[in-house]
């Protein structure tokens, strides 16, 4: 991580489709200032699409190079994926480094990364990224690192051999697989415990780790940057009525989010797919709301996430007056900050997780013994007997597991 004293200068760039002007860049300032760069200058360029060769056009990117001479700026940002050729481009006419939006955001995932999986997942990204972008000899592929800083899991000279990080890709996809088996391992020990699990998901920075803390009692850290936390936490809870469930924090999502994270992530965000209920937090303080809704319901849908979620409009100690909302139901207004509404979300978690059991007995044939096997490791087996006929279980399962079982109930 860089010294807060040396801070790179920074000029953002994007392509405005919609008019919104330097609207556009809010979020990309806030993931440059996250990063660590000091952003001293913002230039939009209205097109229908980016340039195939210096993404804003030539006469812009001219424009550009006298923009960085004038604010003396070290680094330029573009808020799309850019290609080796446009950033080679670029960097011809303008005499600095050029990066796109996600290299930032894998920059910042860098130095997030805690645990060694979040680290395996990051350098994953990382290489991934960079696979298609060796024939690029630019500025930007000087240098150890791909982003802001030269940090992070990933940052270790690479050589610029194909074969080298295909190897090193196949080696985490390997180690992450099994991590994917231990995550699966344990959902089935909790579903087979009866466990519920309700998972918290939304846009980066929209409260979710400060929820986490005031419904755990727990310190999960709390910052006011965006993806404060990659690593997802477990916490088990009690609800009021005395039921165990088991919460789940993920990482934010974020507009225009790079294909490489979710491929690398893909274990994490299976505590997603298969929670029980998911609390959607929002931040209902944010101008940008309606859209952050929006972007986290795609996100969901791409993972196929289909539970029921609970919408958790989050910091009204933050709104001045009452704004309407959408008519999502069930939805609760809170103050993960203050606690105010807590009581109401954790009575909504209990109407929403009555997830039916059914105690049941059956009898597998013994030229089917596969299922008894699921049965262990998905459902409660109160008893079992080995008689003529087949082996008798007495078992509770969900509605899932019954479904796909109820034929052999006796």
């Known amino acids: 991580m860089q010294s807060d004293l040396i801070k790179e ?61 004038s604010f003396d700026a070290h680094l330029i940002i573009c808020d799309d994926e850019l290609s080796p050729t446009q950033i080679r481009n670029l960097e011809h006419i303008t005499g600095i480094r050029v990066i796109d939006r996600t290299s930032v955001i894998l920059d910042i995932f860098a130095q997030r990364a805690i645990s060694r999986e979040g680290k395996l997942q990051v350098e994953l990204a990382q290489l991934k990224y960079r696979l298609p972008r060796l024939t690029g000899k630019g500025i930007e592929l000087s240098r150890l690192g791909g ?34 088996k231990r995550r699966e391992l344990a959902r089935n020990k909790r579903k087979k415990n009866m466990i519920p699990v309700i998972a918290l998901v939304g846009y980066t920075n929209a409260g979710k780790s400060t929820l986490m803390n005031i419904l755990t009692n727990s310190e ?77 319901n795609n996100v969901l849908n791409s993972l196929g996430a289909h539970q029921p979620i609970i919408m958790v409009y989050n910091k009204i100690d933050k709104v001045n007056s009452l704004i309407p909302l959408p008519a999502i139901k069930p939805q609760v207004s809170i103050s993960a900050k203050t606690g105010a509404g807590i009581d109401l979300l954790l009575k909504e978690i209990e109407n929403n997780i009555s997830i039916d059991y059914h105690h049941i007995c059956l009898c597998i044939p013994y030229d089917e013994a596969n299922v008894l096997s699921k049965l262990h490791d998905e459902a409660k087996v109160i008893n079992q007997e080995y008689r003529a006929s087949g082996i008798y279980l007495e078992v509770y399962v969900d509605d899932i597991t019954y479904n796909q079982l109820k034929g052999f109930e006796v």
Request: hydrophobic letters at 45%.
């Open 220 to 296: 999960v850290l709390v910052e006011d940057k965006l993806f404060a936390t990659l690593d997802p936490t477990a916490r088990k809870i009690v609800l009021p009525n005395n039921q165990n469930v088991v919460l789940v924090d993920t990482v934010g999502f974020i507009n225009k989010l790079p294909h490489q994270l979710v491929d690398a992530f893909k274990a994490t965000l299976e505590e997603v797919i298969f929670a029980d209920v998911l609390l959607h937090i929002v931040d209902m303080s944010s101008p940008h709301m309606l859209e952050q809704i929006e972007l986290v």
């Open 147 to 180: 982003g802001i800083g030269t940090r992070g899991p990933g940052e270790k000279k690479l050589e610029t051999d194909r074969r080298y990080i295909r190897q090193r890709i196949y080696e985490i996809e390997k180690e992450l697989k099994k991590v994917q």
């Open 9 to 69: 200068r920074a000029i953002l760039v994007g392509i405005d489709v919609q008019g919104m002007g330097e609207a556009l860049l809010e979020e990309l300032d806030q993931l440059a200032d996250t990063a660590g760069a000091e952003v001293v200058f913002k230039m939009v360029q209205n097109r229908n699409k980016p340039d195939v060769a210096t993404y804003i056009g030539k006469g812009k990117a001219e424009e550009l190079s006298q923009a960085v001479k």
